[in-house]
């Protein structure tokens, strides 16, 4: 506090790096904004000056569109379906497994443990196309169950816990078992509640994956009863006829929802994201 | 500690039939914490790889009234004669070259910026990290027509601050193509980088820093010897992460070129898309596969082997 007032010099030096880089975060933000309310054709006209900015004759037309030509309504169903199911299948399997490898002791532990780190570098790319060989074989292509499966156990998710856990004084949890507690019962009852930021760092991180995730749903569906979002923007933007307007209208309702919640808990966010780097 | 721990339940060696009961239950019952993760484990992630693996030496097709057969090293040898394949390795090559120094080092600005201590810095942050909440295909979407060759805004902004000297084609053109992706790319997650390395700044021990000022050292000195040897690792991290990112890339050229013009912006998994989906030849996808995961592998080994040397 002292050294800042000490140091004007520096704060303006801050600020001004702070608005220069905020102006090129919020300049392509501000442009979809005013280009989804304005005619599509003057999208593109309009966008090479200031004019790119100002909402001329604005409308919800493109708004409108976007629902009713793009079928928004049902990829946000989609989407909400995959990640919501994803984020809690995800959290429910992964926690009781991060707890056992920091609880327990049971044969066979620590070569387990080195398994779920080996695991973690293996990214999901390197098994998409033999999982679409397998669920095609199986007819679950264009099925929720393909999209979501797939994601619900991660190892790095695993390790989050572990290592939470780990980290978590057992006092509370020896005082239940004492008193005749079984496991599972200390798990859910007690550990869980203790828990709560891992379960929020991994359920953000999950969420933010899940409802992002592009290449899986263009490889495992081509029906849009179970499109998702993202693959959703990538067709819609070449379904003729291209309207520049109605596209950003389209992109900009698919922002909406996880900005909204980024909004409401910014803190959140932020510190899962700061604590997935935790690592290492 | 008095308690015994449940830990050491299994190494308590004891013959009374009753304390046996409990020694087992531990066992039994981790099992069942464990049950559910390894199942989805090995069937979704473990399995898969090892037929990747396998199909990888086959001439395995998704649907093929064919026989598959073993074909050795043939499906790799083909993929390294395959100039498309060259290209998007090489073109992930150039992005992860260009991106990962640029995108680091500005993900450090934007930390050291929004970790001072000014009013409304938790807003600039929330701008900065925007992005990376909005998703790429948004934000792919948005600067396709951000970077529109005649009227876009970043031209715009180019004639006015050139007097229309510089007017590149963007995505039009096999020089620039991939300069856009690495634009929005770093724009839209450089975010990402930046709230993990702020972490790291705020374990900066702060007595370390206010002894170094009280021993006159300049605020460049200040950086270099106290700030960045406590984030070493995590700068590690960040860099490794990013590098991956780099050979992961997919999502923006999916949307925004589909690897073109001429393969200028082609990469390894749009490649891994295009040989496994569209044209179906899954054992060749495999390959591609096993050389990505080889890629990823030694890229996170080279990581771990240099956070190690530290600590």
């Known amino acids: ?280 | 500690m008095i308690l015994t721990p449940t830990t050491s339940n299994t190494s308590v060696r004891t013959d009374e039939p009753g304390r046996r009961r409990r020694r087992r239950r531990p066992q039994l019952s981790s099992w069942l914490f464990l049950a559910p993760g390894l199942v989805f484990l090995a069937v979704f992630l473990a399995v898969p790889f090892a037929i990747a693996v396998r199909l990888s030496f086959t001439n395995q097709r998704l649907s093929s009234p064919l026989p598959r057969r073993s074909v050795g090293w043939e499906n790799y040898r083909a993929l390294w004669h395959d100039a498309a394949f060259r290209r998007a390795l090489t073109n992930n090559l150039i992005f992860a070259a260009v991106v990962v120094p640029v995108q680091t080092g500005l993900a450090l600005v934007l930390a050291l910026l929004v970790n001072q201590k000014v009013r409304f810095v938790r807003f600039f942050r929330a701008v900065f990290f925007a992005p990376v909440v909005m998703g790429i295909a948004v934000a792919s979407s948005v600067w396709f027509l951000l970077f529109d060759r005649q009227n876009g805004l970043v031209n715009g902004a180019l004639d006015l601050v050139t007097f229309g000297h510089v007017h590149p084609q963007w995505l039009q053109s096999t020089h620039t193509s991939l300069i856009a992706i690495m634009i929005v790319s770093i724009w839209a997650s450089v975010g990402f980088q930046m709230v993990i390395l702020l972490a790291g700044l705020q374990d900066v021990a702060a007595d370390l820093l206010e002894a170094a000022e009280v021993d006159g050292a300049t605020p460049l000195q200040r950086f270099r010897h106290v700030t960045v040897p406590s984030i070493r690792n995590t700068l590690v991290f960040v860099v490794t992460m990013t590098t991956i990112f780099a050979f992961r890339l997919f999502d923006q050229v999916y949307i925004m070129t589909q690897g073109g013009p001429l393969g200028s912006t082609d990469t390894v998994l749009l490649e891994l898309v295009k040989v496994g989906y569209e044209r179906q030849q899954v054992a060749r996808a495999c390959a591609i596969s096993v050389v990505f995961f080889l890629i990823v592998t030694a890229i996170t080994v080279v990581q771990r082997a240099l956070v190690k040397e530290r600590t």
């Not at chain 1, 900005?259 to 959140?268: E, I, K, S």
């Open chain 1, 1 to 280: 506090m002292i050294r800042s007032q000490h140091r004007p010099r520096r704060r303006v030096l801050t600020y001004a790096g702070l608005c220069v880089a905020a102006l090129a975060f919020l300049g392509p933000l501000l442009f979809m904004i005013v280009g989804a309310l304005k005619p599509g054709n003057r999208v593109l006209t309009e966008s090479a000056s200031w004019k790119a900015f100002v909402p001329t004759s604005p409308s919800t037309h493109n708004f409108q569109q976007a629902v009713d030509r793009g079928s928004f309504l049902l990829l946000l169903r989609n989407s909400l379906i995959v990640s919501s199911i994803t984020v809690v299948l995800g959290l429910v399997v992964n926690s009781p497994f991060g707890y056992a490898l920091a609880r327990f002791r049971f044969r066979g532990r620590r070569a387990l443990l080195m398994a779920v780190i080996a695991l973690t570098i293996v990214p999901f790319q390197a098994v998409a196309i033999p999982l679409l060989y397998l669920m095609s074989g199986w007819g679950w292509r264009n099925t929720f169950t393909a999209l979501i499966v797939p994601f619900v156990a991660n190892p790095f998710f695993i390790y989050l816990f572990y290592s939470f856990f780990l980290n978590l004084p057992r006092e509370l949890e020896e005082a239940a078992r004492i008193d005749g507690a079984r496991q599972g019962r200390i798990f859910i009852s007690i550990a869980v509640p203790l828990a709560r930021p891992a379960f929020a760092t991994v359920g953000i991180l999950a969420f933010l994956a899940s409802w992002g995730e592009l290449l899986w749903p263009a490889l495992i569906t081509d029906d849009i009863n179970v499109r998702t979002l993202p693959l959703g923007i990538s067709v819609f933007r070449s379904v003729p006829p291209i309207d520049q307007g109605v596209i950003l209208a389209f992109v900009l309702l698919a922002a909406l929802p996880t900005l909204a919640l980024f909004v409401a808990l910014q803190r959140h966010f932020i510190a899962s994201v700061a604590r997935s780097g935790i690592k290492g």
